[in-house]
T-cell receptor, first 115, second 113 residues
Framework: EPEVTQTPSHQVTQMGQEVILRCVPI?????FYWYRQILGQKVEFLVS????????KSEIFDDQFSVERPDGSNFTLKIRSTKLEDSAMYFC?????????????FGPGTRLTVT | AQSVTQLGSHVSVSEGALVLLRCNYS??????LFWYVQYPNQGLQLLLK??????LVKGINGFEAEFKKSETSFHLTKPSAHMSDAAEYFC???????????FGKGTLLTVNP
């Protein structure tokens, strides 16, 4: 069964450093998403991406965040200058369509620890 | 705006007992509702979803949920818990053309032998 994969599974970085979280969505999907979950809190939407551009972003997704689909398979989330409060589990997801009833398929997550 | 509330961050049941995980939603548009399960070190896996039509929705692994508009609820049930059901369960909603998922805080289900 096709699945979304994410690398690395765990990343430790120092405050102020740049990190890139990588995702490989399901191959025939067209919509891509990033969510995050700070420990003990809800899973929160960060950004959605379609047709090589951001279609929606939350207020969390400020100028320090960016997303890119550098080739036909990868989807990345970059955090330019990490802060302690960026420590969280980051989930990538993809879906075949963009309407609300389409299932989003999630990856296993990358745990980001900022020290 | 949408919001999802899951009552009980931790539910513990005995093997063979009824599982009931509660979810209430708030939405300004007719919602699409989802239950996801997360096993340790794995991603979120869809259990079931409600879009339109029949309000009782059956999902994988014997789970089902009923959409009750009057109660703004979408509770997840399973008649008989199995040890393999131990996991974290997330209720989520989206609405119309807005595909952004809004999640509840999750409920950790423990199944005791």
């Amino acid at each position: 069964e096709p699945e979304v994969t994410q690398t690395p599974s765990h990343q430790v970085t120092q405050m102020g450093q740049e990190v890139i979280l990588r995702c490989v969505p399901i191959s025939n999907h067209l919509y891509f998403y990033w969510y995050r979950q700070i420990l003990g809190q809800k899973v929160e939407f960060l950004v959605s991406f379609y047709n090589n551009e951001i279609s929606e972003k939350s207020e969390i997704f400020d100028d320090q965040f960016s997303v890119e689909r550098p080739d036909g398979s990868n989807f990345t989330l970059k955090i330019r200058s990490t802060k302690l409060e960026d420590s969280a589990m980051y989930f990538c997801a993809s879906s075949a369509g963009g309407f609300g009833y389409y299932e989003q398929y999630f990856g296993p997550g990358t745990r980001l620890t900022v020290t | 705006a949408q919001s999802v509330t899951q009552l009980g961050s931790h539910v513990s049941v005995s093997e063979g007992a009824l599982v009931l995980l509660r979810c209430n939603y708030s939405s300004s548009v007719p919602p699409y509702l989802f239950w996801y399960v997360q096993y340790p070190n794995q991603g979120l896996q869809l259990l079931l979803k409600y879009t339109t039509g029949a309000t009782l929705v059956k999902g994988i692994n014997g789970f089902e949920a009923e959409f009750k508009k009057s109660e703004t609820s979408f509770h997840l049930t399973k008649p008989s818990a199995h040890m393999s059901d131990a996991a974290e369960y997330f209720c989520a909603s989206s609405g119309g053309s807005n595909y952004k998922l809004t999640f509840g805080k999750g409920t950790l289900l423990t199944v005791n032998p």
